[in-house]
């Protein structure tokens, strides 16, 4: 059975960083590209990042260019997300996702909330 | 970047009746790398239509999808209770994938 795990998600300050994680399990992690994609509170679901299957290759929606950095690990079998310069508008719930293509399997999310 | 408009914004129907959700995208999608997502409460997405047309694992056949370059729709045949969610259109045809808004599809 295909599992995806994310953890990580917390409560942050306006301009700090965190890491999710996603710890992937039931597959060939290395064979398949891999996401973030979030859903702020209320609101639709928007495509973060995403990263090629030995991560050659790496692509983000313009509001995190140069804030946020998709990196995996695949002997851990695992998906990460750096994110800093953390804004009020980063706080939604984050999945990840495999993405080869399309979305065909999710996590259940972690929550990151930005607040003072 | 490709903007997906997904209407109407809320479908109210009753059960057992025909859903037709739509997509427009400002421009033509490519190869036709079109899918369907639903997302009940609290819960993930769940992939229902890629390709325009195929259904993914385990999704039943009151489902379908249609349409072509910047056009698209979302059928359910037969409206079941368990049918009633948000449901998204994304494009992932090119580096910078969206989605669309959303359409609730909720009970009349």
């Known amino acids: 059975e295909v599992q995806l795990v994310e953890s990580g998600g917390d409560l942050v300050q306006p301009g700090g960083s965190l890491r999710l994680s996603c710890a992937a399990s039931?597959?060939?992690?290395?064979?398949?590209?891999m996401s973030w994609v979030r859903q702020a509170p209320g609101k639709g679901l928007e495509w973060v990042a995403n990263?090629?299957?030995?991560?050659?290759?790496?692509n983000y929606v313009d509001s995190v260019k140069g804030r946020f950095t998709i990196s995996r690990d695949n002997a851990k079998n695992s998906l990460y997300l750096q994110m800093n310069s953390l804004r009020v508008e980063d706080t939604a719930v984050y999945y990840c996702?495999?993405?080869?293509?399309?979305?065909?399997?999710w996590g259940q999310g972690t929550l990151v909330t930005v607040s003072s | 970047e490709i903007v997906l408009t997904q209407s109407p914004g809320t479908l109210s129907l009753s059960p057992g009746k025909r859903a037709t959700l739509s997509c427009r995208a400002s421009?033509?999608?490519?190869?036709?790398?079109l899918a369907w997502y639903q997302q009940k409460p609290g819960q993930a997405p769940r992939l229902l239509i890629y390709?325009?047309?195929s259904r993914a694992t385990g999704i039943p056949d009151r489902f379908s999808g249609n349409g072509s370059g910047t056009d698209f729709t979302l059928s359910i045949s037969r409206l079941e209770p368990e049918d009633f969610a948000v449901y998204y259109c994304?494009?992932?045809?090119?580096?910078?994938?969206?989605f669309g808004q959303g359409t609730r599809l909720e009970i009349k």
């Open positions: 996702a495999r993405s080869d293509y399309p979305f065909d399997q």
């Open positions: 039931g597959f060939t992690f290395s064979r398949f590209w």
């Open positions: 990263i090629k299957r030995e991560g050659s290759e790496k």
């Open positions: 421009q033509s999608v490519s190869s036709g790398y």
């Open positions: 390709g325009i047309y």
């Open positions: 994304q494009q992932y045809g090119t580096s910078l994938i969206t």
